[in-house]
């Protein structure tokens, strides 16, 4: 079956540690998306990809870091620069042009103590 | 910059009656996609509904039907016969269909159905 994969999904690190959170799909999706989710916040775009190789600053991308090394990957590292970084976690992906919704992966729940 | 606003943090409505979910956005453009999605306790985006600015119907998908006000820069979502399967936090999207496909989230509205 087609989707995207997320893993883990719950993460637990110490603080000042990075930690790179997985995503993968097989939909052939060209464009990739992560979204941080905070109660009462929605979802904030952190990195988006749309074709290999490249990737956009979202709203919210101090502390984090991505690579688009191939079409299914999109890795995102939290690094110890994040100030915040436990919360919800959402990857997403989408064919990119046309009246296309975005498909989600089921989100990883980092806790940094 | 885009911009999307939910203005309802929580709503509840009895079982079989019906509710209607605000959202509003900002763009400057003049062709662009609007969705409707679901989350679940489980936390699982599920896409409820889409339409397309420069389609005037209003998109409807069984008991989910919005009301798009392009003028207004409205898109609400009316749920009829509520279930208590709809119990959930619902969030409007917007993309853009000017070549950075990115859509942005409002807050949420959290619906909760009442037996």
């Known amino acids: 079956d087609g989707g995207i994969t997320q893993s883990p999904k719950y993460l637990f690190r110490k603080e000042g540690q990075n930690v790179t959170l997985s995503c993968e799909q097989n939909l052939n999706h060209d464009a990739m998306y992560w979204y941080r989710q905070d109660p009462g916040q929605g979802l904030r775009l952190i990195y988006y990809?749309?074709?290999?190789?490249?990737?956009q600053k979202g709203d919210i991308a101090e502390g984090y870091s991505v690579s688009r090394e191939k079409k299914e990957s999109f890795p995102l590292t939290v690094t110890s620069a994040q100030k915040n970084p436990t919360a919800f976690y959402l990857c997403?992906?989408?064919?990119?042009?046309?009246?296309?919704?975005?498909?989600f992966g089921q989100g990883t729940r980092l806790t940094v103590v | 910059a885009q911009t999307v606003t939910q203005s309802q943090p929580e709503m509840s409505v009895q079982e079989a009656e019906t509710v209607t979910l605000s959202c509003t956005y900002d763009t400057s453009e003049n062709n662009y996609y609007l969705f409707w999605y679901k989350q679940p306790p489980s936390r699982q985006m599920i896409l409820v509904i889409r339409?397309?600015?420069?389609?005037?119907q209003n998109a409807t998908e069984n008991r989910f039907s919005v009301n798009f006000q392009k003028a207004a820069k409205s898109f609400s979502l009316k749920i009829s016969d509520s279930q208590l399967g709809d119990t959930a936090m619902y969030f409007c999207?917007?993309?853009?269909?000017?070549?950075?496909?990115?859509?942005?989230f409002g807050t949420g509205t959290r619906l909760k159905v009442l037996a």
């Open positions: 339409q397309e600015a420069y389609k005037q």
């Open positions: 999207a917007h993309r853009t269909t000017s070549g950075t496909y990115k859509y942005i």
């Open positions: 990809s749309q074709i290999v190789n490249d990737f």
């Open positions: 997403a992906s989408s064919m990119g042009m046309g009246n296309t919704e975005a498909f």
